[in-house]
């Protein structure tokens, strides 16, 4: 069992920087593969970025490549998610996953494990 609690969201003007964090409970932390996960309201869920277990490989949602960057720490067992450039069509609750294996994925069917999501707005 592993828990996902996301923190660092809030209210930026575009063009403005945010950093968002997902602490996760457990030993195992560096057996998962991990993702970012983002729902703008009336919308469905979509992949954002997602990072393999240790960390080496990553891979991004093409409207985020560029401006947005995965990261991870197995020691403080913590996902990141640094986001620049910041745009208004970024709004939406972001949500950190984590899914059983070493490799990463795009797919939400790939995960097993969810935080509650935090709020990011971006105004014009």
């Known amino acids: 069992q592993v828990q996902l609690v996301e923190s660092g969201g809030g209210l930026v003007q575009a063009g403005g920087s945010l950093g968002l964090s997902c602490a996760a409970s457990?030993?195992?932390?560096?057996?998962?593969?991990m993702g970012w996960f983002r729902q703008a309201p009336g919308k469905e869920r979509v992949f954002v970025a997602t990072?393999?277990?240790?960390?080496?490989?990553?891979y991004y949602a093409d409207s985020v490549k560029g401006r947005f960057t995965i990261a991870r720490d197995n020691a403080k067992n913590t996902l990141y998610l640094q986001m620049n450039g910041l745009k208004p069509e970024d709004t939406a609750v972001y949500y950190c996953?984590?899914?059983?294996?070493?490799?990463?994925?795009?797919?939400?069917?790939?995960?097993?494990?969810w935080g509650q999501g935090t709020q990011v707005t971006v105004s014009s």
């Open positions: 457990g030993r195992t932390f560096s057996s998962y593969a």
């Open positions: 990072i393999n277990w240790s960390g080496a490989g990553t």
């Open positions: 996953a984590a899914g059983r294996g070493p490799g990463y994925s795009d797919s939400d069917s790939r995960y097993d494990y």
